[in-house]
Protein backbone atom coordinates (compact mmCIF):
# COMPACT_ATOMS: atom_id res chain seq x y z
CA UNK A 1 0.00 0.00 0.00
CA UNK A 2 0.78 3.42 -0.77
CA UNK A 3 2.39 6.01 1.72
CA UNK A 4 3.25 9.47 1.59
CA UNK A 5 5.15 11.20 4.44
CA UNK A 6 5.54 15.27 4.09
CA UNK A 7 8.65 16.82 5.36
CA UNK A 8 10.24 20.08 5.96
CA UNK A 9 10.48 23.49 7.32
CA UNK A 10 7.94 23.79 10.01
CA UNK A 11 8.56 27.44 10.56
CA UNK A 12 9.22 29.75 7.56
CA UNK A 13 9.49 34.16 7.99
CA UNK A 14 7.56 36.02 5.96
CA UNK A 15 8.96 37.06 2.19
CA UNK A 16 11.09 33.65 2.13
CA UNK A 17 10.39 30.62 0.45
CA UNK A 18 8.32 27.39 1.88
CA UNK A 19 9.41 24.26 0.27
CA UNK A 20 8.14 21.21 1.35
CA UNK A 21 9.49 17.53 -0.30
CA UNK A 22 6.71 14.69 -0.02
CA UNK A 23 8.18 10.67 0.22
CA UNK A 24 6.06 8.10 -1.80
CA UNK A 25 6.62 4.61 -0.64
CA UNK A 26 5.26 1.24 -1.93
CA UNK A 27 4.45 2.82 -5.31
CA UNK A 28 5.92 4.56 -7.93
CA UNK A 29 5.44 8.71 -8.79
CA UNK A 30 5.55 7.98 -12.63
CA UNK A 31 3.15 5.09 -12.39
CA UNK A 32 0.14 6.03 -14.96
CA UNK A 33 -2.09 7.86 -14.49
CA UNK A 34 -1.67 9.39 -11.30
CA UNK A 35 -1.81 12.68 -9.68
CA UNK A 36 0.39 13.82 -7.54
CA UNK A 37 -0.96 16.50 -5.18
CA UNK A 38 -0.29 19.28 -2.73
CA UNK A 39 -3.48 20.36 -0.48
CA UNK A 40 -3.34 22.86 2.36
CA UNK A 41 -6.37 23.65 4.89
CA UNK A 42 -6.27 26.28 7.14
CA UNK A 43 -9.29 28.04 9.73
CA UNK A 44 -9.52 31.41 7.20
CA UNK A 45 -9.43 28.96 4.32
CA UNK A 46 -10.65 26.14 4.24
CA UNK A 47 -9.57 22.86 2.44
CA UNK A 48 -7.40 24.81 -0.41
CA UNK A 49 -6.03 23.34 -3.51
CA UNK A 50 -2.49 24.08 -4.38
CA UNK A 51 -1.53 22.47 -7.56
CA UNK A 52 -0.12 18.99 -8.92
CA UNK A 53 2.27 17.18 -10.72
CA UNK A 54 1.17 14.54 -13.05
CA UNK A 55 2.62 10.94 -13.23
CA UNK A 56 4.98 11.91 -16.55
CA UNK A 57 5.45 15.60 -14.86
CA UNK A 58 3.16 18.16 -16.10
CA UNK A 59 2.10 20.80 -13.70
CA UNK A 60 -0.69 22.46 -13.06
CA UNK A 61 -1.42 25.72 -10.30
CA UNK A 62 -4.72 26.97 -8.69
CA UNK A 63 -4.85 30.04 -10.05
CA UNK A 64 -5.02 32.13 -6.60
CA UNK A 65 -1.46 30.78 -6.18
CA UNK A 66 0.21 30.32 -9.48
CA UNK A 67 2.34 32.85 -9.45
CA UNK A 68 4.23 31.94 -6.50
CA UNK A 69 4.14 27.78 -7.04
CA UNK A 70 6.40 25.58 -8.29
CA UNK A 71 5.66 21.88 -8.33
CA UNK A 72 8.27 19.20 -9.13
CA UNK A 73 9.81 15.91 -8.77
CA UNK A 74 12.62 13.71 -8.25
CA UNK A 75 11.70 10.34 -9.95
CA UNK A 76 14.89 8.73 -8.57
CA UNK A 77 14.21 9.26 -5.05
CA UNK A 78 10.37 9.14 -5.52
CA UNK A 79 9.64 12.68 -4.48
CA UNK A 80 7.44 15.56 -5.38
CA UNK A 81 8.32 19.17 -3.73
CA UNK A 82 6.44 22.53 -3.69
CA UNK A 83 7.97 25.32 -3.44
CA UNK A 84 5.94 28.36 -2.50
CA UNK A 85 7.48 32.04 -2.52
CA UNK A 86 6.80 35.18 -1.12
CA UNK A 87 5.03 33.78 2.11
CA UNK A 88 3.02 35.54 4.17
CA UNK A 89 1.17 35.15 7.53
CA UNK A 90 -1.88 33.73 4.99
CA UNK A 91 0.10 30.59 4.11
CA UNK A 92 -0.18 29.58 7.46
CA UNK A 93 -1.65 26.01 7.54
CA UNK A 94 -1.41 22.35 7.32
CA UNK A 95 0.08 21.23 4.45
CA UNK A 96 -0.67 17.67 2.83
CA UNK A 97 0.63 15.61 -0.19
CA UNK A 98 -1.90 13.38 -1.78
CA UNK A 99 -2.47 11.15 -4.45
CA UNK A 100 -5.54 11.58 -6.97
CA UNK A 101 -6.74 8.23 -8.32
CA UNK A 102 -7.75 10.19 -11.32
CA UNK A 103 -9.70 7.48 -12.65
CA UNK A 104 -10.96 8.10 -15.71
CA UNK A 105 -10.21 11.76 -15.66
CA UNK A 106 -12.61 12.11 -12.41
CA UNK A 107 -10.28 13.48 -9.18
CA UNK A 108 -10.45 11.38 -6.42
CA UNK A 109 -8.08 11.76 -3.13
CA UNK A 110 -7.66 7.81 -2.20
CA UNK A 111 -4.08 8.42 -0.19
CA UNK A 112 -3.25 11.59 1.98
CA UNK A 113 -0.15 12.24 3.95
CA UNK A 114 -0.62 13.13 7.29
CA UNK A 115 -0.12 16.39 6.68
CA UNK A 116 2.67 18.96 8.07
CA UNK A 117 1.89 22.35 9.95
CA UNK A 118 3.47 25.31 8.45
CA UNK A 119 3.58 28.60 10.41
CA UNK A 120 4.71 31.92 8.86
CA UNK A 121 5.59 34.35 10.82
CA UNK A 122 8.68 36.19 12.50
Known amino acids: QVQLQESGPGLVKPSQTLSLTCTVS??????????WTWIRQSPGKGLEWIGF???????DYSPSLKSRISISRDTSRNQFSLQLSSVTPEDTAVYYC??????????????WGQGTQVTVSE
Open 98 to 111: VRDRNLNAVTEYDI
Open 26 to 35: DGSITTAYYY
Open 53 to 59: ITYDGST
